[in-house]
Nanobody, 126 residues
Framework: QVQLVESGGGLVQTGDSLRLSCAAS????????MGWFRQAPGKEREFVAG???????YHADSVKGRFTISRDNAKKTLYPQLNSLKPEDTAVYSC????????????????????WGQGTQVTVSS
C-alpha cells in the first residue's frame, strides 16, 4: 500500500509558475509510473502529465510546453512544474500511483491508477 500527499498549490496570477510536489510512502516507488491529474469545478478529472518508472514522460496537449514532471526516487517524490499558468488551469491537482509496476508508456486512464492523493488547489487569477 502506498500513501500520497500533495503540496505546493495556491493562488497565483496569469503567467506565474508553481512547483507542486507529491510525496509517497509505503510500497516501492521507483518501479511504478506516476500520474498527475486535475479536476475543475463541474468538469471530469483529466490527465495532465505522467512519468514512467524509467523517467519517460508524457504530457496532455493542453499543457505541453508549459508543464513538466520529474521524479526523485531516492526521496520518493514527484515534482510537477507548472509554468505560464492560465486561468483555465484552475483546478484541484492530484497525483496517482499506477497499479502495475513497470508499465510503459504512461497511462492516461484513471482506471490504471489505484492510489490517489488528497489533491491540492491551484487557482490562477486573470
Amino acid at each position: 500500500q502506498v500513501q500520497l500527499v500533495e503540496s505546493g498549490g495556491g493562488l497565483v496570477q496569469t503567467g506565474d509558475s508553481l512547483r507542486l510536489s507529491c510525496a509517497a510512502s509505503g510500497r516501492t516507488f521507483s518501479t511504478f509510473a506516476m500520474g498527475w491529474f486535475r479536476q475543475a469545478p463541474g468538469k471530469e478529472r483529466e490527465f495532465v502529465a505522467g512519468i514512467n518508472w524509467g523517467g519517460g514522460t508524457y504530457h496532455a496537449d493542453s499543457v505541453k510546453g508549459r508543464f513538466t514532471i520529474s521524479r526523485d526516487n531516492a526521496k520518493k517524490t514527484l515534482y510537477p512544474q507548472l509554468n505560464s499558468l492560465k486561468p483555465e488551469d484552475t483546478a484541484v491537482y492530484s497525483c496517482a500511483a499506477d497499479s502495475r509496476p513497470f508499465r510503459s508508456p504512461v497511462s492516461t486512464d484513471t482506471a490504471s491508477y489505484d492510489t490517489w492523493g488528497q489533491g491540492t488547489q491551484v487557482t490562477v487569477s486573470s
